[in-house]
């Protein structure tokens, strides 16, 4: 049985995309399996279409050719997206941008409210505007608002680029822990190996040209954080999307 066959997966078909007057497609066509309840992970070089995949998987493009195979239920699915920029409301606190995007009944909305802040690591910051932040933590509101919507799949746009190293590594880490407590199906989206290797349960490697590539990351969480263990897997990932193989 192949990986990807142990459990319900998006089923990606020839996915391309190709805007007019442009000869070389934004999206070469793609075939890949994101698992549900798994963090797919996407790299490549600028211009090779990893954006350009999340906005066909949000549904924010149409593709020019392929589909994409949806398990059942999930053709109305709503998806939330964290992008590399916060984007937060700067006239709401934490607490009210993060409950921006929660819906329903209120006494719901504000126990998933408060569980989110504590979970985050805001509680103490649950008034304060985002102004009054710093970088990681702007990032965590930005992480518990999409969080927060309550949707079965997380689309994320190199959330953590232009954090500092430490702040990086700790948001890594929370990710990670999010994601498996909460059974959610992300795909991430980054121009960092180490950090596709890192959260990534698979790694989809794009290219320009469309030879385009997925490996199943074989390591377990504890064993990705030794660069020993991850180098083979890096210089093959390396060597896919530098064009040198």
């Known amino acids: 049985m192949e990986w990807h066959e142990q459990r319900p997966v998006i089923s990606i078909q020839g996915l391309g995309k190709i805007y007019t007057g442009y000869l070389q497609?934004?999206?070469a066509p793609l075939t890949a399996a994101m698992p549900l309840g798994t963090i797919t992970t996407v790299v490549g070089k600028s211009g090779c279409g990893k954006t350009t995949l999340l906005r066909l998987l949000a549904r924010l493009e149409v593709p020019s050719m392929?589909?994409?195979?949806?398990?059942?239920?999930?053709e109305q699915t709503t998806m939330a997206m964290v992008f590399q920029e916060p984007r937060l409301l700067p006239w709401l606190t934490v607490r009210e941008n993060i409950s921006f995007a929660q819906y329903g009944d209120l006494p719901v909305r504000a126990n998933t409210i408060e569980r989110l802040l504590q979970e985050l690591g805001l509680s103490s910051a649950a008034e304060r505007l985002p102004a009054e932040l710093s970088g990681g933590m702007v990032q965590r509101v930005a992480i518990g608002r999409a969080l927060c919507a309550n949707t079965p799949m997380l689309l994320m746009d190199e959330p953590f680029s232009a954090l500092d190293y430490f702040t990086r590594r700790e948001l890594q880490e929370e990710l990670h822990r999010w994601q498996t407590q909460m059974e959610k199906t992300v795909l991430f989206v980054t121009h960092d190996v180490d950090e596709a290797l890192l959260l990534g349960d698979s790694i989809i490697c794009l290219r320009p040209d469309g030879?385009?590539?997925?490996?199943?990351?074989?390591?377990?969480?504890?064993?990705?954080?030794?660069?020993?263990?991850?180098?083979?897997?890096?210089?093959?990932?390396?060597q896919h999307i530098g064009g040198l193989l």
């Open 25 to 27: 497609p934004a999206l």
């Open 66 to 74: 392929g589909d994409i195979e949806w398990p059942e239920g999930w």
């Open 211 to 238: 030879k385009h590539k997925q490996i199943q990351n074989p390591l377990s969480w504890g064993k990705r954080r030794d660069t020993s263990c991850t180098e083979p897997l890096k210089r093959d990932i390396l």
